[in-house]
DNA sequence: TTCAGGTGTTCGTATATACGTACAGAGGTC
DNA sequence: GACCTCTGTACGTATATACGAACACCTGAA
């Protein structure tokens, strides 16, 4: 393998700026991203002064960097072009982070009222809940299938909820209608849906749902683990659930077709 | 002015690079990015290994350059800390081009009772609706005002209908408070506001509200033309505005403080 | 009011990087 | 199979850029 040389430092320095300022409400000032990126002053208000001349970046009047129209309208359009598996990687990747619980997204089969779960972060615990992706099970025993259930058609969500033969798979699977059409009315309302110990024993799931294009519901967000550890943290699961399904739903709303 | 150096031109370069990569559907081979960024092959390819190590870009097994999770992931939070106006500008050049007609945002002014247009995209057509951005009109003559009046706290609306003077700017302006009063609280229930001839002689406008953290109605998004051009053509631009103030409403939900 | 610490700016020099050139390889056409 | 065109890669050299050092200025504490 012939010597070639290093890839030059502005590249990582260009998007340690970006990052920063993206997470940062208020402006940085240049010591401060120079000390974020590990780079000399002298050589970030290069860079500072580079991206302000193209609109990237913006320098309010006192001195402070802030993201430009340029990168909005850049990052609008790299938004615009994903699919929701794309987009949901790195949300899944931080639900699973902030709650140390296994993240999925599930949505419904095309063929079959099913839940299909099609993108998965693992807990890093040990101790984890995990299914394999294409993976389809039963709406009536899931979060995911709840959700999906709240927010379809009336009709259609009438039309399963009478064909369907609720199997239990475990003593606190909800076996009565009347009670799963209870069940779902609320989660229409409380926006959230969890099971415990409904589908496996010692499981619980918390899920919320992502919308697309026109409001339609297209899939659910969830975070599942052992049902112990999940009553101990359903507070805040559930602060972090609604606002990953926040954002994946404001990135799909850009997501139209042009 | 002191004489400093120029900005290094690898910014330019990463951007360029980026910008078109964000419109390609499918992936750029190294000469064509270098061709687009007007640079020398051998140049380009040091950035892109760079972004490729990176994971700002990934390179295909045909060899071609895409988009990479990390920059998915920086439009995203890029995204998700806009304010409505950025978030709008994208969603405004949709609707106009999609409608054929001037497309506006208008919010409540915050020291009276007053609509106040904060952007627009203005029509291609020669024969255009238009109105200076900043300029504030009464609330109970345009589309706008109405829909703001039919979602604010009702006491405050009470107020204004009692203590506005409903004067005529034309013929159709409608000047009983029981006929306005009636016709917000239709809006309050369709959720669309249409005005005709009722400002401007010979211009109608249609408006949606635009829905912030809480469901709260912050602003409201318009299109406006020539009464008998809009007349022709109302079914399908009430379709279109329902689903741009539908995906600015997300995107506002999206914005929420973590 | 004084002082300390941190800021942003400037510029000459060191050096990292850009690039021109050459070339091997791939693909398409005849 | 030969030939042409374009690709991506490699590398030595030219040069654009990084950066260390110095300094004026600002802010907050004593």
Known sequence: MPLTQAAPQSIDRIFSI???????RDGESLSELARRADAPKSSVVGLLTGMVDSGYLIRDVQGKYRL??????LAISVVARQGLQDLARPVLQRLADQTGETSLIGTLASDADLVMYVDKV????????????GERREL????????????????????????EKLRAFTPKTITSVRTLRQE????REAGLALTVDERVVGVSALAAPIHGEGGRVIAAIVIAGPSERMRTALKQHKASLRAAAKSLSLAMAGTTTH
């Open 184 to 187: 779902i009315s609320e989660i």
């Open 122 to 133: 693992e807990s890093a615990n040990p101790v984890r809940y995990t299914v394999p992706l």
């Open 68 to 73: 430009g129209p340029n990168m909005v309208a």
């Open 18 to 24: 970006l990052g920063h300022l993206a997470r940062e």
């Open 140 to 163: 009536y025993a899931s979060a995911v299938g709840k959700v999906l259930l709240a927010h379809m058609a009336a009709d259609r969500c009438d039309t399963y909820l009478r064909n």
